[in-house]
């Protein structure tokens, strides 16, 4: 398909927004500050324990660190590794034998020794190759290719002088797991024709046989891990509305649902003894640390805080995890979290002094009733001093969850004395897999209303100004702000700022990547099963009843929702004769990753709301 280019620019349909000279940043404030802190993410710990490897977005790059478990000074592997979203980042994989490092690099895996030396890409008989795991002997590796667009796994060398084809046939396979002997594989399949399936599938390495382990029609299964003597295999699983844990042995047998907590776990690990899976906890937003008996199911705290634990690693010796952590007052790090205390060892430090004295806020939880009386969760952020005004911000996905991280953007608006309202409106995770599906075949109608009984909560809170509101989002986060904006009667938000978001669904759908296409049909289905649907979701259709200023942003190279979604949207309010601010960024993806271009962001965004809804000031 034809894409319409699209070249950088910046647009307006009436009065731009211009820097307020009587508004000035919050003291100890300066925006610069919310693009400071260079991201560590996605930490593996060697077989050893002696070393973790990890990924520091940093100098406009994504590279490859290492640093010794114990603390010190980390050493860079690769130079030229390409920022991408965290999110969708890889993991480096050590081998076995603690010798090597695989990793990718412009979409091929590249191997390079722990002594040092330059990566080396080993997957050239093949335009891409993703998500390298190495074989039980340090040999091989099991890697993934892209096949008539779907995602196969197939089996190589450390020389890439070989390639076996291990999975064929229609649909997707992810997350291979080598048994430990090395002789099994069990594996993710997402079958094409049931995009609510996830399945966990075994391949016999000595015949090629490949069978069902377990799945069913719209049920999801992932993340297997074989236990350290490869008699169980732990999974996470939707069949009890929630994801929790089970377990399954290699053959199909001795199904066993592992943990009843009534919330979602996550990031199963087993300890190197094979007695307990270390996990998360998903307690309304906050992610525990918790430790399962694997014979008797009982789950005991590791750590709980209003906080985010995850990539949890057992160190060989089995006293201790790494993992990282985050949570409102602090950015993500490296942290050792001793075993049975619970005691962290901070080992990396991504603060800084100059954030470190600031006064941050931790958010609260809240509930309100939406339009039909379904309860919505969010965090609120309350301002020590308000400042009248508020901003309600949905997070994008729509399956995720707005939880207690670090959100530098919010902690500078409540120190200017915005009230901030994040709603995990219906759609989110977190909260079973009912209130996860209320948005099936309901996009734009039923999370809308969510955000826009959002606005309404907030004009109850003392020192919001009811005619000061304003929502803010990216992804389908700023799909709400259209949304929002275009079905609103009684215009409860002043202005509006969507990030890289959307307004037609069929469009989008048509443009956007496979994976993106997959997800959305997912939750609503093709455009030809279900049109009215699509149609109904989309609040282009609208653009005439918007009453409020809008600030689009969207990256050029965004595949996620395309950036001719906002042109399509953008012109459609010209049409209207509406009032706009549309900027555009050449070589970003979906989610800004230069800091020039964050920067720019934050500096329209801050502009355009201070304009819309802080009160003129006096002298």
């Not at 694997?294 to 789950?299: K, L, M």
């Not at 919010?410 to 409106?425: D, E, I, M, W």
Request: charged residues 20%; negative net charge; aromatic residues 10%.
């Amino acid at each position: 398909m034809t894409q319409i280019k699209i070249a950088e620019k910046y647009e307006r349909n009436g009065w731009p927004s211009l820097k307020r000279p009587d508004v000035k940043p919050p003291l100890g404030w300066d925006l610069s500050q919310l693009v400071s802190i260079n991201r560590i993410y996605n930490h593996k710990l060697s077989p050893d324990g002696e070393k973790i490897a990890f990924i520091w977005n940093r100098d406009g790059l994504a590279d490859v660190y290492v640093m010794p478990s114990a603390g010190g000074w980390p050493a860079r592997f690769s130079t030229n590794r390409a920022s991408t979203p965290y999110w969708w980042d890889e993991v480096p994989q050590w081998s076995p034998d603690n010798q090597w490092l695989a990793f990718c690099i412009d979409d091929h895996v590249h191997i390079t020794p722990e002594s040092g030396g330059l990566p080396r890409k080993i997957t050239s008989f093949t335009s891409q190759a993703t998500s390298p795991v190495w074989m039980p002997d340090s040999q091989g590796l099991i890697i993934t290719i892209q096949r008539e667009t779907c995602a196969k796994l197939y089996l190589t060398d450390r020389e890439g002088q070989s390639l076996r084809m291990l999975t064929s046939g229609d649909g997707d396979d992810l997350n291979a797991q080598p048994a430990p002997d090395g002789r099994k594989v069990a594996f993710v399949h997402s079958p094409r024709n049931d995009p609510n399936r996830w399945d966990i599938r075994m391949i016999d390495l000595d015949s090629g046989e490949v069978n069902l382990l377990i799945g069913n029609p719209k049920q999801k299964d992932w993340r297997p891990r074989w236990s350290p003597d490869g008699k169980q295999i732990a999974f996470l699983s939707q069949r009890s509305g929630f994801n929790e844990a089970w377990l399954i042995e290699p053959d199909g047998q001795g199904l066993r649902q592992l943990t009843h907590l009534g919330r979602d776990v996550g990031w199963l690990s087993w300890s190197p003894d094979g007695k307990r899976i270390a996990c998360t906890v998903n307690r309304g937003g906050a992610f525990d640390l918790a430790l399962i008996d694997v014979q008797t199911g009982e789950i005991s705290n590791l750590s709980s805080s209003e906080g985010y634990f995850s990539q949890i690693n057992w160190d060989p010796k089995g006293d201790s995890l790494t993992v990282e952590y985050e949570n409102p007052l602090l950015p993500p790090d490296i942290y050792r979290v001793s075993i049975p205390d619970g005691q962290k060892t901070q080992l990396t430090f991504s603060n800084l002094p100059a954030l470190e004295v600031l006064s941050l806020v931790v958010p609260e939880r809240v509930s309100y009733r939406s339009y039909d009386g379904l309860a919505t969760p969010a965090l609120l952020y309350r301002p020590q001093k308000s400042n009248g005004a508020a901003i309600l911000y949905p997070h994008g996905g729509p399956t995720e969850q707005y939880g207690f991280g670090y959100d530098l953007m919010a902690q500078y608006f409540v120190a200017k004395g915005y009230t901030y309202l994040a709603p995990n409106y219906r759609g989110s995770t977190g909260y079973g897999l009912d209130y996860e599906h209320a948005n099936y075949n309901n996009w734009g109608v039923g999370d809308t209303q969510d955000c826009l009984y959002g606005a309404k909560y907030l004009r109850t809170l003392p020192g919001v100004d009811p005619q000061r509101i304003g929502i803010m989002g990216g992804s389908y986060g700023g799909y709400m702000v259209a949304c929002c904006l275009s079905r609103d009667p009684e215009y409860l938000f002043a202005c509006g700022v969507s990030r890289y978001g959307d307004a037609n669904l069929v469009s989008s759908w048509a443009q956007c990547d496979p994976s993106t296409r997959l997800y959305t049909e997912m939750q609503i289905t093709r455009p030809a099963l279900n049109r009215q649907v699509y149609i109904d979701g989309s609040p282009i259709h609208q653009a005439e009843n918007i009453q409020k200023p809008v600030l689009i942003l969207h990256g050029l190279e965004d595949h996620v929702v395309p950036p001719q979604a906002s042109e399509e949207w953008v012109e459609a309010l010209r049409r209207a004769g509406k009032t706009f601010e549309y900027k555009t960024f050449s070589g970003e993806p979906h989610g800004f990753q230069k800091r020039a271009t964050q920067l720019e962001a934050l500096e329209r965004t801050e502009r355009f709301l201070d304009w819309y809804l802080m009160p003129l000031m006096d002298k």
